[in-house]
């Protein structure tokens, strides 16, 4: 057992310890970067009224939230977007990553990478925001009501069922306001 008050970091060699504080270092500056291009992707999306709540951007549309959210890679700067529909009336408490199939994202993922200047953190916005645009809003508009409630929905089966209940009157208030609360949409 490690001793209360042990620091691992005291035991290092001086040469070590200074290696480990540049790493710490540089990981900070990589993820104050990266918050850099989701706050640049959040002013691109806003013309399309998405908010952001953390690294999940969404946009009420009826009984469904459409929603974005970029997964930062521990690796290193780059990113992952992931493209939903959570239908509001969904009973579950967290949101789950289903939705587009992740292969119509692939040729884009390669430009999901930053670094250390300001140039690469605005490409890395532009290129997020060009997926938006071409792969996520139609696919957004593709997936009607109809499509949604059917068993080629991309919902799982809470969020179909939820969402079949909402569209007879059968809606939980509770449910779409804990939907509202965790995509950051307004209560």
């Known amino acids: 057992m490690i001793p209360k008050g042990f620091k691992l ?3 290092l060699t001086a ?3 200074e290696q480990y504080l540049a790493e710490k270092e540089a990981k900070k500056i990589e993820q104050a970067n990266g918050q850099k291009v989701l706050r640049r ?3 691109l999306v806003r013309e399309h009224d998405f908010t952001r709540r953390s690294n999940w951007f969404s946009k009420e549309a009826g009984h469904v939230a459409h929603v974005i959210h970029f997964h930062k890679y521990t690796f290193g700067p780059t990113f992952r977007m ?4 959570r239908a509001l009336n969904d009973s579950r408490e967290h949101v789950a990553l289903n939705g587009m199939p992740d292969i119509d994202l692939h040729p884009y993922e390669s430009s999901f990478k ?3 200047t300001e140039e690469s953190i605005q490409l890395c916005a532009d290129a997020m925001f060009q997926a938006f645009q071409e792969v996520a809003i139609p696919w957004f508009k593709s997936n009607t009501l109809k499509i949604l409630i059917s068993e080629k929905s991309p919902l799982i089966e809470s ?5 079949i209940e909402a569209l007879n009157g059968k809606g939980n208030p509770e449910y779409v306001e804990i939907s509202r609360k965790l ?5």
């Open 41 to 43: 992707f959040n002013k």
């Open 159 to 163: 969020g179909r069922e939820g969402l």
């Open 82 to 85: 992931h493209v939903l529909i």
């Open 183 to 187: 995509l950051g949409l307004k209560v």
């Open 15 to 17: 040469e070590q310890k």
């Open 114 to 116: 930053y670094e250390n």
């Open 9 to 11: 970091i005291d035991h």
